[in-house]
């Protein structure tokens, strides 16, 4: 079974950045797409961001300018580039990987802004 790992989240200031990646745990794995998702405290889980298999990227109007996804040359990590960060940003951050036909979910990283 395929586990993906996020990393990179951690307390920052309002108006830092943070970059969170998502890699398969143990092995590499191929990624086809992936997006990201956060979910706040007492909230659904909301959609952040996606890039498609083709580099295309689409993302959720709250974060439009201010985060960019990303993902390596050998499509082996995905990554989430967060900039002028707010306090709405705080949530736990998740991402989704599209590979050999299947879907997978990290377990999440906390990611945290302080005024």
């Known amino acids: 079974q395929v586990q993906f790992v996020e990393s990179g989240g951690g307390l920052v200031q309002a108006g830092g950045s943070l970059r969170l990646s998502c890699a398969a745990s143990g092995s590499a794995f191929s990624i086809n797409a992936a997006a990201w998702y956060r979910q706040a405290p007492g909230k659904q889980r909301k959609w952040v961001a996606t890039i498609t298999s083709s580099g295309t990227t689409t993302y959720a109007d709250s974060v439009k300018g201010r985060f960019t996804i990303s993902r390596d040359n050998a499509k082996t990590t995905v990554y989430l580039q967060m900039n002028s960060l707010k306090l709405e940003d705080t949530a736990v951050y998740y991402c989704?990987?599209?590979?050999?036909?299947?879907?997978?979910w990290g377990q999440g990283t906390q990611v945290t802004v302080s005024s």
């Open positions: 989704q990987i599209f590979g050999g036909g299947r879907n997978y």
